[in-house]
């Protein structure tokens, strides 16, 4: 039997922790949006991140930039925007100035939904995280999630 390094059971430790609570939550928000809207956390996420483009040069993300959004592979991306295409919930495109990029828009009734699930997410996660305050190995990872940053986040996205 060998030792192990006390600072690497550590960092395993607070990484079961962190995905402990990131299940739970997931899990939580799931449930909530499935049965209030038809929606999966997946799908939120990348309606969400798509309702975020804007019109312009460079407003339109690469569906490889959407699925690190989403955290996704590629392929598992363009199998959820094809079942939200074929939802009527958004939609895709050529890109104008490169005929082999393809992009994706949130239609209106994509748009109406999403408005109609935001709170419903927002709910879900605060009743999620309050849950995980209550268990002593999470309370802390709760408490860094609610912490306010004290500098401006980088972009989640970096530009094409």
């Known amino acids: 039997m060998t ?4 600072a690497l059971t550590a960092l395993a430790n607070g990484w079961a922790a962190l995905y402990l609570l990131h299940g739970r939550i997931e ?4 449930r909530a949006l499935q049965s209030e809207h038809g929606l999966s956390v997946r799908e939120y996420s990348l309606l969400d991140v798509l309702s975020r483009q804007h019109d312009g040069e460079g407003g339109h993300l690469q569906m490889k930039q959407v699925a690190d959004a989403v955290v996704l592979s590629q392929s598992a991306t363009t199998r959820l925007v094809a079942r939200l295409e074929d939802r009527g919930l958004l939609s895709r495109f050529l890109c104008p100035t490169d005929r082999r990029g393809i992009y994706t828009d949130v239609s209106d009734t994509g748009l109406k939904l999403l408005r109609e699930a935001r709170p419903t997410n927002e709910t879900a996660l605060r009743q999620a995280l309050d849950e995980a305050a209550q268990n002593p190995e999470l309370a802390p990872l709760v408490t860094a999630v609610e912490a ?3 500098r401006r986040r980088p972009d989640p996205l970096p530009a094409p």
């Open 148 to 150: 306010k940053p004290t």
């Open 3 to 6: 030792a192990t390094d006390p």
């Open 27 to 30: 899990a939580h928000i799931e």
